[in-house]
C-alpha cells in the first residue's frame, strides 16, 4: 500500500500515471460507439421509430464484429476493454432487443410479455458470464476452440427480432403469445450447452486472384442489406436457425473422432463446455484470444 510519502516520489507518480497509447484508447471508443447504438436503439423503440431502432441494433452488432479484431490488429488489447465488450453486449444484445420486442408487441400481453423480454435480457446476461466464467476451461478439447456454448449474443439479438422483420414484408403481425414463445426459445438457446460454430478461429488467407472479387461481395452484400434489409435479415435468421443443428453434429463428429484417437479416454464422446462452477469462478479468468485482456 502505497503512503503519501511515496507518492512524492517522481519514479513512483511515473509508474502509477504513465501515458495510455491511443492504439489502446481506439478499440475502446469503438465499444462505446455500439454502447450509443444500443441505448439509441431502446430510445427509438420507445418513440415508435421502430425501423431505425433495428438499424441501430445491426449496427452495433457490426461494431461488435470489429472492435476485437481492431484490438489484435493494431496490438490495442486491453483487460478494461475485454470487460467494456461484455456490458456492451448485454446492453445491446439483451436489454436493447428485450424492450424493443416489449414496446412493439409484447405489452399487449401485459406482466406475461413483459417476463418473456426481462427473461431474454437476463438469459444474455447469464449466457456472457458463462463465456467469461469457462475461457480456461481445463476440461475443453482442442477443437471446441471452433465452437460457442449456446448460441452467441450478437446473433440471439439478430435472431429474436425474427418477428420485428416479418411484420415489415408486410407478412402479417405474429400474434402476441406466439412472440413471446418465439423469445423465450432464442433466451433457451443462448443459455443451452447446444454447441455452436463460430469460425472465429479460422485463419481465412484469401488468394491474390480473389481480393477484388471478394471486396465485390463484400460490397454487393452490403448493398442487399441498405436495399432489402427486411429480406436479408429474415432469409438470414431463417437460414442461421436451420444450421444449428449442423454445428450440433459437427461437434460430435469431431468429439466422436478425438475419442476414437485417444484409446484411453475410453471412447467417451466429450461434452459441451460445462457451465462455471464456483471453483473456476474463483479463478481469475485468463485472456482470450477472440477478445481483448481483462480489466486491470
Keep these: 500500500m502505497q503512503t503519501p510519502y511515496d507518492l512524492r516520489d517522481p519514479d513512483v507518480r511515473r509508474r502509477r500515471f504513465r501515458p495510455i497509447p491511443v492504439r489502446m484508447l481506439v478499440p475502446n471508443v469503438i465499444t462505446l460507439l455500439a454502447i450509443c447504438a444500443g441505448l439509441t436503439a431502446i430510445r427509438l423503440s420507445i418513440e415508435g421509430r421502430m425501423t431505425l431502432a433495428v438499424y441501430a441494433i445491426v ?55 413483459w417476463i418473456a423480454a426481462m427473461v431474454f435480457a437476463i438469459s444474455m446476461c447469464l449466457r456472457l458470464a458463462r463465456f467469461n466464467a469457462t475461457l480456461d476451461d481445463p476440461n475443453k478439447p482442442a477443437f471446441a476452440a471452433n465452437f460457442f456454448t449456446g448460441v452467441p449474443a450478437p446473433a440471439g439479438a439478430i435472431t429474436v427480432m425474427l418477428p420485428i422483420y416479418a411484420a415489415f414484408l408486410d407478412l402479417g403481425r405474429w400474434p402476441a403469445a406466439l412472440t413471446a414463445g418465439y423469445t423465450l426459445l432464442i433466451a433457451f438457446l443462448m443459455v443451452s450447452r447446444l454447441p455452436v460454430f463460430s469460425g472465429k478461429s479460422m485463419r481465412m488467407r484469401v488468394p491474390p486472384e480473389l481480393v477484388l472479387p471478394a471486396f465485390v461481395a463484400v460490397i454487393f452484400f452490403i448493398a442487399l442489406l441498405i436495399s432489402y434489409p427486411w429480406y436479408v435479415l429474415s432469409i438470414g435468421t431463417v437460414l442461421y ?19 476414437g484417437a485417444a484409446p484411453s479416454s475410453g471412447g467417451e464422446v466429450p461434452s459441451p463446455p460445462s457451465a462455471p462452477t464456483m471453483a473456476n469462478l474463483s479463478e481469475p479468468p485468463r485472456e482470450d484470444d477472440d477478445r481483448p485482456g481483462r480489466l486491470h
Design 241 to 259: 436457425l436451420l444450421a444449428l443443428p449442423l454445428g450440433y453434429k459437427s461437434y460430435r463428429d469431431q468429439a466422436r473422432a478425438m475419442g
Design 59 to 113: 449496427f452495433a452488432a457490426a461494431l461488435d464484429g470489429i472492435d476485437g479484431r481492431v484490438a489484435r490488429l493494431i496490438k490495442g488489447q486491453s483487460k478494461f476493454g475485454a470487460e467494456l465488450d461484455s456490458l456492451a453486449d448485454f446492453v445491446n444484445f439483451g436489454v436493447a432487443p428485450g424492450l424493443m420486442l416489449y414496446f412493439w408487441q409484447l405489452h399487449e400481453l401485459g406482466n406475461a410479455g
